[in-house]
């Protein structure tokens, strides 16, 4: 290659360097009227400096103990994560009215989040138990009168905070997704460990 070609590349290569540098962290770099582009009043989502005011200097304050957003109601659960807790969550926690399998909700949600270890159809054969045996519960699969007789506040708060090998699913699961998986697991347990019947609709994605 032609030599002036060469410096002429090592010199844009270095001026890109050097002036990748200059800007960096807080500096923001000319500004003709910072005012304009950073508003003076407190915003919540967004925020130039650390607030002198607010805890942690935020601008967004945190919300007030005891108080629960808006929509969210079903989140606050009760009961802790310990025996007492899931003893009093079987006696106390009822499942809601209206909880259905018909939308095919649970069964897409049993698909993704359930069939790997318990099996399609609740049997306890899905791959994951299938290959790590010792994971397995004591009881064969939903139909299991321990699980049939299992009172369904039990079982959600199992799918809320876990219960030995079987991890919480509170993160993946909404308090609604909660309960319908509760009723599709006494359907699957009732079906005897037959197919599955109700339609998997696996488009149903919302709530
Ligand atoms: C990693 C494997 C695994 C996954 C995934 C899993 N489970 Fe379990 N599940 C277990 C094990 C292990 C137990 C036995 C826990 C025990 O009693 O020691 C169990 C127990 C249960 C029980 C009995 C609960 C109780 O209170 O005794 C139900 C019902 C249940 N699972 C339903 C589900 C549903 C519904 C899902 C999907 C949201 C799910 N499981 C996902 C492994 C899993």
Redesign the pocket.
Known sequence: MNKKYSFVIVAITAATLISSCVSRGNNPGWEYAPDMYYSKGYEAYNQGDSNVVNPYGMNMREPVAGTVAYGKLDYKYPFENNGEG?EKAGELLKMPEGVSLEDGRAAY??GI??S???GNNGNND?P??KRVST????WKG?SDA??MN?ADG??Y???TYG?????S?ASV?TPSDRWK??K??KFLGSQNGAVATVAQDSTSTTK
Do not use: S
């Not at 994971?135 to 004591?138: N, R, S, T, W």
């Not at 219960?163 to 991890?167: A, R």
């Open positions: 899931y949600m049993y989040y359930c790997p270890c318990h899905g994951v138990f994971l397995k519960p004591a939903y321990a699980v299992l039990k079982i708060h199992t799918l219960k030995n090998n079987m991890g699913h699961l998986l509760v599709y697991v």
